[in-house]
């Protein structure tokens, strides 16, 4: 096992979510079954139809914030490696949900944005958001209305704090990839910088991802099982 005093970075995506009601993007079940990336998850899509864009959004900060959806023991097993780790934590999410935050994390990266912010598109103001966005809705920073757009990260946009996350990454001992299915980049491509930094790599997911041969370690199953069982591991392994 790896010494205690070598940082963790913890990447995660959409199948961490999923226990705790969240629909993920590529399962049967998945949020792409029912609607085109094309139209609802590029800056194009918004330009074209801000209206659809819209409500694709509304839809999930709804389903977030008024559907009893809460962190499950994979988010709470990595907030309490954060406190108990000696050598530090990054968790870097692919997610837009709050449940990281909800579950205690503190040194949390989204990396695709938040579902619970909008950003204006004029100013770049960056506010909290619940409730549903409409064009109508004004920046309180710059008073242009119509141009308030969700703070998410589309396809052909630029994910955020990308340097400090190949930083962490690059200084890593261990390399943790939970509930992502490794197609989207740059995401799916750290677990190659942490091999180049010499990282231990372990994927845990429901099934092997896209880039499975790439990991050291693997481990398959539910989250809400398999990440809290490492996490003690990692913390009170028998020095394996
Ligand atoms: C960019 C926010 C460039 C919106 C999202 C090579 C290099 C760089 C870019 C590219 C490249 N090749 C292609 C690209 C372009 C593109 C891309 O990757 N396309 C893919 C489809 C091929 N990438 C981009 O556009 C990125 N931007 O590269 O910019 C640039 C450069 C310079 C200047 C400007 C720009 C931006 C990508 C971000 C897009 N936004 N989300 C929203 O949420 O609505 S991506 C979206 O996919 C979500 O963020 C999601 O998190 C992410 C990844 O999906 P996953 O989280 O992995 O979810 P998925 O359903 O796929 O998998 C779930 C997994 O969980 C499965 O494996 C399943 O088995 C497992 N699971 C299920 N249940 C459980 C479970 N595991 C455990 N327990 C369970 N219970």
């Known amino acids: 096992m790896t010494g205690k005093d070598a940082p963790i970075v913890v990447l995660t995506g959409a199948g961490i979510s999923k226990e705790s009601g969240l629909a993920t993007f590529r399962d049967a079940d998945g949020i792409w079954a029912t609607v085109r ?56 999410t692919q997610n837009i949900d709050d449940l990281h935050e909800r579950a ?60 400090r996350i190949e930083r962490a990454i690059s200084a890593a001992g261990v390399f943790m990839s939970i509930g992502t299915s490794g197609n989207v980049y740059p995401a799916a491509g750290f677990v190659m910088l942490a091999r180049q930094a010499g990282a231990r790599t372990v994927e845990l997911n429901l ?26 591991r990692l913390l009170h392994g028998a020095g394996d």
């Open 104 to 163: 205690g994390a503190k040194n949390l990266i989204h990396m695709h944005g938040e579902l619970l912010k909008i950003r204006c598109d004029v100013c770049g103001n960056v506010v909290a958001w619940r409730d549903d966005l409409g064009i109508e809705d004004a920046c309180a920073a710059c008073n242009t209305a119509g141009r308030m757009r969700p703070h998410v990260v589309w396809f052909g946009e630029m994910p955020f704090e990308m340097e």
């Open 37 to 92: 990336i094309k139209d609802v998850a590029t800056p194009d899509a918004y330009r074209r139809d801000p209206k659809r864009v819209y409500e694709f959004y509304n839809a999930r900060r709804q389903g977030l914030v008024g559907g009893n959806i809460r962190p499950n023991a994979a988010h709470g097993a990595l907030a309490r490696l954060e406190r108990e780790w000696p050598g530090g934590v990054l968790t870097v």
């Open 207 to 232: 099934e092997p991802s896209e880039g499975a041969t790439l990991f050291e370690e693997k481990i398959y199953g539910p989250a809400s099982q398999v990440v809290p069982v490492y996490v003690e």
